[in-house]
């Protein structure tokens, strides 16, 4: 086991050798890595701009069904426990009344899931054509600078300067 341990201690030492050799160049031995900020593209796209404004359309409409399906619920409700108050149900009537109410309240948990799936997958289907667009500029970019590696900006731990390829791919991608 202590054979191991030194084995994968003077393995480690000579791979971080290796790459602190070349400590002023963001390349590994005439590798370039790069870097992008999604966070400065992707809300520039008009692909992106177009898509948030027809889903927020499209949320503000659903939100408005199921609010105008909660008022009709309501309205059932306050009329129902008015004649209660009233006396003029049996208790036969009241207990088809609870359990009518029960299932409307049913069906509005059901209606309010459904359209959340709904949004997540329109969602997802306004997304994908943006996010592959991006994605293939973003190939043909790393190919064209000879780029190994491309990694999104917030997810490097630490960076000594390195190449940000950002505005090479907002010009590929036609944003100013």
Do not use: H, W
Request: glycine share 4%.
């Amino acid at each position: 086991m202590r054979i191991i341990c030194k084995i994968f201690t003077l393995s480690s030492l000579l791979i971080l050798m290796s790459c602190t050799s070349e400590k002023s160049s963001p390349s590994i031995k005439g590798q370039k890595i790069a870097y992008v900020d999604p966070e400065q593209i992707i809300p520039s796209m008009p692909e992106y701009i177009r898509a948030k404004e027809e889903f927020e359309s499209l949320k503000s409409k659903m939100q408005s069904e199921l609010e105008a399906e909660q008022g009709k619920a309501q309205s059932y409700y306050a009329n129902v426990m008015s004649r209660v108050q009233q006396g003029s149900m049996s208790p036969a009537q009241q207990k088809q009344e609870e359990e009518k109410l029960m299932k409307m309240q049913e069906n509005l948990q059901k209606k309010a899931m459904q359209m959340e799936e709904q949004m997540v997958a329109k969602e997802q289907e306004m997304t994908k054509p943006m996010y592959d667009k991006f994605n293939e500029a973003l190939k043909e970019i790393a190919k064209s600078e000879g780029y190994i590696y491309v990694f999104d900006k917030k997810m490097m731990l630490y960076s000594e300067g390195g190449i940000d390829a950002t505005p090479k791919l907002k010009q590929k991608l036609g944003i100013k």
